[in-house]
């Protein structure tokens, strides 16, 4: 595989494989604001970033379980309604790093950045989808067709050098509320290559791995996509599962991603100068559910207060309020405290609208690929004078 032609980055990111590229932003950056800017947001790839010449000549084939399969020129998608979403994307790996430290897990090392919050500007794949006769609120062709699938123009060594797969129910793919897009721009500039260009398609709530990126086709097909992704990684094993007994088709690709929350004020280990600190990060949970509470510990857990929460312009974010926050968006949190001790075990945890509350230990949610780590955030910080 071909790793000399490779876009330029932030040279802020930190870097956690080379090739293919995997590198996340600094804590400090990637909640300078609501939106991540396009050069903090994490890049995950599997293999090298395709290279698709400007020159009018990409098309998207939509076909399988259809009853008019077509092609698509990017022109023909900019002319469907556009529709910008602020959506979270979060790698099920994220945090992976802090699993491994208790007990090794396979997989690229993540600290607690794999994450970013963009606004998507593209067409709705609902409507994209009435163009091949299938209509919103489908959950099955009159063809059979039940699950839509997503394949890439990348090349990846576990697909044995074939493109990146993956899918999601049509329920899901034809419902305009799931704001399921094939986006072409990211925070208002056309989609570079590192996140997907020329087209991408993102998946609102659901781990990062369903957001087919330099999308070549959709098809509508009987079953789930049984490409790698899918099947072979990205699944949620128990604890006692290993790599001697994993029995992959026992479990269920990974779809939404769980209540998280992360500090990004502080690292893990940290020394501050006495007096006031600040206490800040981000929360967000999958499936659509609203961050219903921030909790902050400067003692390990034992009492709790509870942080501000904040998505754009710093207005305070209330979840039930359809109006004013975004559905599909992190919320910042943060909170001044000043710390009774020298040494403070500072901890966050959030709570969901489904009133779902992060675990506390990471071995009782430990997988051997070392996904959905969103056990408690700590961090110890040391004061002096
Ligand atoms: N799409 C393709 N074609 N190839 C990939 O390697 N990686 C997936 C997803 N889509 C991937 C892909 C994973 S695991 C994640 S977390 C997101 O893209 C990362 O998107 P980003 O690089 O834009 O942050
Ligand atoms: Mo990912």
Redesign the pocket.
Known sequence: SDYSREPPRHPSLNINAKE?FNAEPTRQDLIVSYITPVDY???????PI?ILEDNGRYSLAIDGLVEKPIELSLAQIRLLPKYNVTAT?????NRRTAMSQQLNVRGVGWDVS?I?NAIWGGAKLSDVLELVGVSKSTSVTSSGGKHVE?I???K?KEENGG????SIPLSQATSPEADVLLAYE?NGEILNR???YPL??VVPGV?????????DRITIIEQESQGF?MQKD?KMFPPSVNWDNIDWPTRRPQMDFPVQSAICSLQDVDIVKQGKIRIAGYAVSGGGRGIERVDVSIDGGKTWFEANRYQKNGVPYVSDDDSSCDKWGWVLFEAVVSLQSENADIVVKAVDSSANVQPENVMSIWNLRGILNNSWHHVYVRSTA
């Open positions: 293919p947001f994490y890049k995950r790839n599997h293999g395709p994307l979060q790698c099920a790996g794999a970013g997503f890439s123009i990348d990846c493109p990146y797969k993956a990211m590192d996140h997907g991408r398609v781990i990062g791995a369903r957001s087919v990126k330099w999308l992704f990205y």
